[in-house]
């Protein structure tokens, strides 16, 4: 399964909003838009679903802004892959015809696929991302 460019927007933003974690001022939406190339009217959905499931807490007013509502190490990649683009939505009906077993052999791959991708996912937290990213930062 390949991810839409709202997934890819979510943790982006999930990432910066962990970076940020121990910084008491919540970050702003436009200055998250800004510093990755998000379109901040597609930012503050994504922002405004991640925060209807737990995963963001929003501040209001001229200081407020956006930061995370758990620790990074409690928030998985799989956490806002499922509130951004849910898993049920990519799964294939049954086939009411019977299916070959070309097919059923196919299909079978397929769920392997996508069981190993999940746990990829479900292993994989904001921690251990940020943590991988220090390693790669420069100054130009």
Same mark, same amino acid.
């Given at each position: 399964?390949?991810?839409?460019?709202?997934?890819?927007?979510?943790?982006?933003?999930?990432?910066?909003?962990?970076?940020?974690?121990?910084?008491? %001022?919540?970050?702003?939406?436009?200055?998250?838009?800004?510093?990755?190339?998000?379109?901040?009217?597609?930012?503050?959905?994504?922002?405004?679903?991640?925060? %209807?499931?737990?995963?963001?807490?929003?501040?209001?007013?001229?200081?407020?802004?956006?930061?995370?509502?758990?620790?990074?190490?409690? &928030?998985?990649?799989?956490?806002?892959? $499922?509130?951004?683009?849910?898993?049920?939505?990519?799964?294939?009906?049954?086939?009411?015809?019977?299916?070959?077993?070309?097919? $059923?052999?196919? %299909?079978?791959?397929?769920?392997? &696929?996508?069981?190993?991708?999940?746990?990829?996912?479900?292993?994989?937290?904001?921690?251990?991302?940020?943590?991988?990213?220090?390693?790669?930062?420069?100054?130009?």
């Amino acid at each position: 399964m390949l991810f839409s460019a709202k997934a890819e927007y979510a943790c982006v933003a999930m990432l910066e909003l962990a970076a940020r974690h121990n910084d008491p %001022r919540p970050a702003r939406l436009a200055d998250i838009a800004d510093k990755h190339g998000i379109p901040p009217r597609f930012l503050v959905q994504i922002l405004l679903d991640l925060k %209807r499931a737990g995963l963001v807490a929003s501040t209001r007013g001229a200081a407020g802004g956006y930061a995370l509502a758990r620790l990074p190490e409690e &928030i998985s990649m799989h956490d806002v892959l $499922n509130v951004v683009d849910p898993t049920d939505q990519h799964a294939r009906p049954d086939d009411p015809l019977h299916p070959t077993q070309y097919v $059923n052999n196919i %299909r079978t791959v397929w769920e392997k &696929i996508v069981e190993t991708q999940r746990e990829i996912l479900q292993d994989t937290t904001l921690a251990a991302l940020l943590e991988r990213s220090h390693g790669l930062q420069y100054v130009i």
